[in-house]
C-alpha cells in the first residue's frame, strides 16, 4: 500500500496535475535509507516508494508537475504499536523453541525504541505544507528526530553500519545468546 497507493492516485490524477503544473507529495520514511531490525518491510516498502518518487520526478517534470518525498524520522505515532502487534503475531506463530531465540531481541528492540526520542506529527505537516508553498521545492526533506542520522548512517561501510545499529538499540547481545543457543542445540 506504501507504493501502490500513491502510485495509483497520481496515475489517475497526472492529467489534471500536468493540466494546473501541480505538485505530488509522497511520504516516506528515513528508514528508506538505512533499515532498522525487525523493520525489514516498511523499511523496504518506503524505500520502494523513494525509488518512485524518484522516477516520477523525472518523468514529470517536463510538464510541469514537481514530485517531493518527505522522509520524517521518528514521529509520535501508532506505528511502534501496531509494528509490535505484529511482531508478537508473528513471533507467537513459531514453535516455543524458535520463539526463545528472538523474543529477547524484540523486546530489547521495543525498550529502545520506546525510550527514543520523536517528533510531534507536525513536523511532517509543517514540511508538507512548505513543499506545497514552495516556489522551487526540495525534491527530498528529511524531519523528525533521527532522520539524519539514518541517511549519515547509510554511508557507513555495512557491517560497522550494523554493528552501531545493533549495539545501541540492545539488541546485538540477544541476538548472539539467541545464536549460540541454536548453536548448541
Not at 497526472?14 to 538505512?34: D, E, F, M, Q, W
Not at 520524517?72 to 520463539?99: C, H
Not at 549519515?152 to 545499529?165: A, G, M, S, T, Y
Request: aromatic share 4%; hydrophobic share 50%.
Amino acid at each position: 500500500m506504501n507504493v501502490t497507493g500513491p502510485f495509483a492516485l497520481s496515475s489517475a490524477l497526472l492529467p489534471l496535475l500536468r493540466l494546473g503544473k501541480g505538485r505530488i507529495v509522497n511520504i516516506g520514511a528515513a528508514s528508506a535509507h538505512t533499515t532498522v531490525p525487525f523493520f525489514g518491510a516498511i523499511s523496504a516498502s518506503k524505500a520502494a516508494l523513494a525509488s518512485l518518487s524518484d522516477a516520477m520526478r523525472m518523468e514529470f517534470a517536463p510538464f510541469g508537475v514537481d514530485v517531493v518525498l518527505i522522509e520524517p524520522g521518528a514521529i509520535a505515532t501508532d506505528i511502534l504499536k501496531t509494528s509490535g502487534e505484529r511482531q508478537e503475531e508473528a513471533v507467537s506463530k513459531l514453535n516455543p523453541r524458535k520463539s526463545l531465540l528472538y523474543r529477547p531481541a524484540i523486546e530489547a528492540m521495543r525498550k529502545a525504541m520506546a525510550a527514543a526520542a520523536v517528533d510531534k506529527p507536525e513536523v511532517v505537516a509543517d514540511a508538507v505544507v512548505a513543499s506545497l508553498l514552495a516556489k522551487r521545492p526540495k525534491p527530498r526533506r528529511l524531519v523528525g528526530k533521527g532522520a539524519s542520522q539514518l541517511a549519515v548512517l547509510r554511508k557507513l561501510p555495512i557491517r560497522l553500519r550494523d554493528r552501531i545499529l545493533t549495539g545501541s538499540l540492545g539488541i546485538a547481545k540477544a541476538l548472539k545468546i539467541a545464536a549460540a543457543t541454536e548453536a548448541a542445540s
